[in-house]
Structures are given as structure tokens and as C-alpha cells.
């Protein structure tokens, strides 16, 4: 069993959020009262969703990070200056005509992953130990950052009061942010470091199934104004690919540039390519409540994500045994 979970928390996400998709749809098209029922709880499922992405961050590895300030000053820089600004000008330039799912979309591009791009950095050899280390402080980074990009991006699309901006991410993530630290340091002495750890990856197994709920519950409340504009998807995919072309070349470049190693390498190229979009579906939902074509443009994003991931690893596997081939016959 924990098998198959932990599949459908990797390679088979994608068919999980199709799969919600699909069942939010066809329940909001064929029965209007359960798909609107369905959207009434979806803040019990948004709460459970974000406690189990604050539950899962490993805080307490912050400090290995001190031993390659060079690497993270790279990582931050990219994800958080150069790869939100690369992803808002591709947002606006194929949804300039539709400013919510540009919104929506830029959103999706400005937070990198906190979780699972460390399974693909494993796969393809990457630097685990930094990568581990590298995930609290990406969480901690996007949610201060959260309130003034979200700003840059809806002040001319969405009015949002900065002040609720901040009294959502107080409520909404602070304290659980809180909460989940004290818990999580808590249940480790109490259960141990190996039943503890055991703990976590099923936390981690069950948060795609959650995001899965969430998606089905978007989709049965919103199905009619989603199928509105379904026209739209195309463009939004045709950008997530462009985004996803970018930010491989951007990380290339960069990786030569800085000369990192190829466990360096690999994590900066996942890092840089995997997007946080159930922490940014989850605060987008509490501070934009009544925005479905924005949570959807967020959604639609997921779908690419991991098999461009899948596709990475291959990359990057295959570039590394090129390497070495040419080292061992000059």
C-alpha cells in the first residue's frame, strides 16, 4: 500500500489531478447541489492541506545550508528574483487577453517546490543532503514574499487589500506554521527518530490525494464558469512549456557558469523547475477566495509538471554518462 502511494506522490500525480479534475467536473455538471455542497468544505480540506505542507518541512536541517552559502545565494537568487520575473513576463505574454489566468499562472511560476523536486534531485543523483536543507528556507522565503508578489501581480487585475493579504497569511499559515514546528519537534522525541520518519512519508504520501480533493472540490463548485473559458487552456499549457524550456536553459547556463558540480547541477536544474502549487493553490485560495479562473490557471500548471520532471532526470542522467564517457576516451 505504501507503494502505490508513494507512486501516485511521485510519476503518478499527474493522472491524480487529472483524475480530480475529471470527478469535480462531471459531479459540478451533473449535480449541481453536491458539487456546490463539495465547494461549501473546502476550507476544511485547504486546513488539512496546509498543515500537512508545514508538517512535512524539515526545519531542523537549516543549518547544513551554512556550508554552501555560494550554492543557496545562486538558488534564491533564481528563484526568487530571476525566475519570477522571467515567469510573469511569459504569463502576460500569452494571456495578456485573459488577465486572471495570467494571474493565476504567474502565481504558479513565482514559488519553487518544497517537496517533491527532492525525489527527482534522488533520482537523478543529485545532491540530496543540500537539497534537504534547502527546503525550509524555500518555504520560509515564498511566504514572506507571497504578500508583495501578489500584489505586483493583481494590482491592476484583482483588487486585494494589502492588510488582508497579511491577516490571511497570519491566520492561515503563521500560526499552522507555528503549530506544525511545535508538533513536529514534539512527536519526534515522543515517537522516536525511526517511527517519526515513518510519520513523514506518509505525510508526504498523502498530500497529493489532498490536492487531488481540492482540485475535484474547485472544479464541482466553479465547472460553469471554468468551461467558459476552456479555450484559454491551450495557451495556458503552451506557456508552462515555454516556462519549463526557460528555466532548463536558464539553469544550464548558470550551472556552467558557476562551475557547480553535477550534484550541484542536478539540484539547481530541479529546484529551479519545480513549482510549490499546492502551497500556492493553498494561499491563493484563502487570499483570492472568489477567483476560480485563477485557481484553475494554477491547476492547469500541475498537469506539465511532472513528467517534465521525469524528463529531467533522463537529461540529466544521460549528459552525466556523456561526461563521463568523454573523460574515460579522450
Known amino acids: 500500500m505504501l507503494k502505490r502511494l508513494g507512486y501516485l506522490a511521485g510519476l503518478g500525480t499527474s493522472w491524480l489531478l487529472l483524475g480530480g479534475m475529471a470527478a469535480g467536473a ?5 449535480l449541481p447541489v453536491a458539487g456546490q455542497w463539495l465547494g461549501e468544505h473546502m476550507d476544511a480540506t485547504l486546513m488539512l492541506l496546509i498543515v500537512l505542507l508545514l508538517f512535512g518541512v524539515r526545519f531542523d536541517v537549516i543549518v547544513r545550508a551554512l556550508g554552501n552559502l555560494r550554492f543557496i545565494g545562486i538558488a534564491l537568487a533564481l528563484n526568487f528574483v530571476v525566475i519570477p520575473a522571467l515567469g510573469y513576463a511569459i504569463a ?6 485573459n488577465p486572471l489566468f495570467m ?21 537523478a543523483d543529485g545532491d540530496v543532503a543540500l537539497g534537504t536543507a534547502l527546503m525550509p528556507i524555500n518555504m520560509l522565503v515564498q511566504l514572506l514574499l507571497y504578500p508583495l508578489y501578489l500584489y505586483l501581480v493583481t494590482y491592476q487585475v484583482v483588487p486585494v487589500e494589502s492588510t488582508l493579504i497579511v491577516t490571511t497569511l497570519l491566520q492561515w ?16 522525541r515522543w515517537l522516536g527518530a525511526d517511527r517519526f520518519a515513518h510519520l513523514l512519508a506518509w505525510s ?5 490525494w489532498v490536492v487531488a480533493l481540492l482540485v475535484a472540490q474547485i472544479f464541482a463548485d466553479n465547472i460553469a464558469v471554468i468551461l467558459e473559458h476552456s479555450g484559454v487552456f491551450g495557451r495556458v499549457l503552451l506557456a508552462v512549456c515555454v516556462f519549463f524550456l526557460a528555466t532548463l536553459l536558464l539553469g544550464e547556463w548558470v550551472s556552467r557558469r558557476a562551475r557547480l558540480a553535477y550534484p550541484e547541477h542536478a539540484l ?22 472568489e477567483q476560480p479562473l485563477i485557481h484553475a490557471a494554477i491547476v492547469i500548471g ?20 556523456r561526461l563521463a564517457g568523454s573523460r574515460l576516451h579522450p
Open 26 to 30: 462531471a459531479i459540478g455538471h451533473a
Open 92 to 97: 502576460s505574454s500569452f494571456l495578456h487577453a
Open 103 to 123: 494571474v493565476g499562472l504567474t502565481i504558479y511560476f513565482m514559488a519553487p517546490c518544497t517537496d517533491w523536486f527532492l525525489g527527482f534531485t534522488r533520482l
Open 173 to 188: 499559515f503563521l500560526l499552522p506554521l507555528a503549530v506544525a514546528v511545535v508538533a513536529h519537534l514534539v512527536l519526534r
Open 204 to 208: 508526504d504520501r498523502l498530500t497529493p
Open 268 to 289: 539547481l536544474t530541479m529546484t529551479t523547475a519545480a513549482r510549490n502549487a499546492p502551497l500556492m493553490l493553498a494561499v491563493t485560495m484563502t487570499a483570492l477566495p
Open 302 to 321: 500541475m498537469l506539465l509538471e511532472f513528467p517534465h520532471l521525469t524528463l529531467l532526470r533522463h537529461l540529466l542522467l544521460n549528459s552525466r554518462h
